[in-house]
């Protein structure tokens, strides 16, 4: 009867461990198969996230240009309103989340120059590199997400209410 349980078990490694063999090699085709050297879903990502990162600057630029259009005497006449303070700290907060998210991605890319077997080797490396650093780039992505998704509400509100 034990002997049932550990030919289970064994045979549960052995499908585990082909379906994660089966994984990596599709994520493997799907790189070296890739113009950008990359994943699709890497593509699509750093597109959002450079232009998440894109808006996020232009708050921070639009809120410094309310202070230094007022002058030194801005905080005197129109000091930031606490929404736009805290529209401005969140914003601050995706910058280094961003910059974290596309450099990841960047050092993901196999380089466009590979080609051959290199391109293969390169892929391999990357590939693993990718399998360890998923759980990285899901966590950052889901913070990046809730700072924007924050910073979106916050600035729905306070356009509502100077509407």
Same mark, same amino acid.
């Given at each position: 009867?034990?002997?049932? /349980?550990?030919a289970? !078990?064994?045979?549960?490694n052995?499908a585990?461990?082909?379906?994660?063999?089966?994984?990596?090699? %599709?994520?493997?085709?799907?790189?070296?198969?890739s113009?950008? !050297?990359s994943r699709?879903?890497?593509?699509?990502?750093?597109?959002?996230?450079?232009?998440?990162?894109?808006l996020?600057?232009?708050?921070?630029? +639009?809120?410094? !240009?309310?202070?230094?259009?007022? !002058?030194? @005497?801005? +905080?005197?006449?129109? =000091?930031?309103?606490?929404a736009?303070?805290?529209?401005?700290?969140?914003a601050?907060?995706?910058? =280094?989340? %961003?910059?974290?998210?596309?450099?990841?991605?960047?050092?993901?890319?196999? =380089?466009?120059?590979?080609?051959g077997?290199n391109?293969?080797?390169?892929?391999?490396?990357?590939?693993?590199?990718?399998?360890?650093?998923?759980?990285?780039?899901?966590?950052?992505?889901?913070?990046? /997400? +809730? @700072?924007?998704?924050?910073?979106k509400g916050t600035?729905?509100l306070?356009?509502?209410?100077y509407a």
């Amino acid at each position: 009867m034990v002997e049932a /349980f550990i030919a289970l !078990g064994v045979a549960a490694n052995i499908a585990q461990f082909i379906g994660l063999s089966v994984a990596t090699i %599709s994520t493997g085709k799907e790189i070296y198969d890739s113009i950008h !050297g990359s994943r699709k879903a890497y593509d699509e990502l750093e597109e959002m996230v450079t232009s998440m990162k894109s808006l996020h600057n232009g708050v921070i630029q +639009a809120l410094r !240009g309310v202070q230094s259009s007022l !002058g030194e @005497l801005a +905080a005197l006449i129109r =000091p930031l309103s606490e929404a736009e303070i805290i529209i401005f700290k969140l914003a601050e907060r995706c910058e =280094p989340i %961003s910059k974290e998210i596309l450099q990841i991605l960047e050092d993901l890319k196999v =380089p466009q120059q590979a080609r051959g077997l290199n391109r293969a080797i390169q892929t391999a490396k990357q590939t693993l590199r990718h399998t360890r650093q998923k759980k990285d780039i899901k966590e950052l992505q889901e913070r990046l /997400f +809730a @700072l924007d998704s924050q910073l979106k509400g916050t600035l729905t509100l306070l356009l509502q209410v100077y509407a």
